[in-house]
């Protein structure tokens, strides 16, 4: 069946733009994070959504980063005045349960964020 | 808070060798512990997974063991593959609800 989804893969922006990159989980999965993958560097979480459960945001960087995630299903992340260190892959991922950590997450390929 | 550590890459082997990356963890509780695999040019993978102290998560070769005396979860293969090289993430489920990963462990198998 279809995997998790990620548009657009590559995304090239200037300094100071707004960028959104969209997420369409696997349909179903009540569990969805995003996670950011710098150059190097391990996955470093921003933010989880658990069905209608408010979500945990306490990864977001700054307040220019923002997401939502409509009727339980797409979600959408907004970094607003990209910076140069902004760029990374930004990665989603759904899982069928979030809590007990009992399903696995299933990745997306990511979004490429480039700022110049 | 929560956090998991892995040892740095890369790690270079020659094919048939064994292959240890060490992991350990801190949390409060007791978490689940994964490891996922990034083959090249593919997504983040679940390898394999434990979920309490004791149990051993095994797949394709590989195998760990939840240590909770400890605080360990070290992935293990007894003879690699050149089909192996991979980015090797360790990862652990927090009383918080998500799921937090190492800096990842670059495998490069020689054959």
């Known amino acids: 069946g279809a995997g998790v989804s990620q548009s657009p893969s590559n995304k090239v922006t200037e300094k100071g733009k707004d960028v959104e990159l969209r997420c369409d989980p696997i349909s179903g999965h009540t569990a969805l994070y995003w996670y950011r993958q710098s150059l190097g560097q391990g996955l470093e979480f921003l933010i989880y959504?658990?069905?209608?459960?408010?979500?945990?945001k306490s990864g977001l960087p700054s307040d220019r980063f923002s997401a939502e995630r409509t009727g339980g299903s797409v979600s959408t992340l907004t970094i607003q005045r990209t910076q140069q260190e902004d760029s990374a892959v930004y990665l989603c991922a759904s899982s069928l349960l979030g809590q007990g950590g009992f399903s696995p997450l299933h990745f997306g390929n990511g979004t490429r964020l480039t700022v110049t | 808070g929560d956090s998991v550590t892995q040892m740095e890459g890369p790690v270079t082997l020659s094919e048939e060798a064994f292959l240890t990356i060490n992991c350990t963890y801190t949390?409060?509780?007791?978490?689940?512990l994964f490891w996922y695999v990034q083959y090249p040019g593919e997504g983040l993978q679940l390898l394999l997974k434990a979920t309490k102290a004791d149990d051993k998560g095994s797949n394709k070769g590989f195998e760990a063991t939840y240590r909770k005396e400890t605080t360990s979860f070290h992935l293990e293969k007894g003879s690699v593959q050149v089909s192996d090289s991979a980015v090797y993430f360790c990862?652990?489920?927090?009383?918080?609800?998500?799921?937090?990963f190492g800096s990842g462990t670059r495998l490069s198998i020689r054959p």
């Open positions: 959504f658990q069905g209608n459960s408010a979500p945990d």
């Open positions: 949390a409060t509780g007791y978490p689940s």
């Open positions: 990862a652990l489920y927090s009383s918080a609800s998500k799921i937090i």
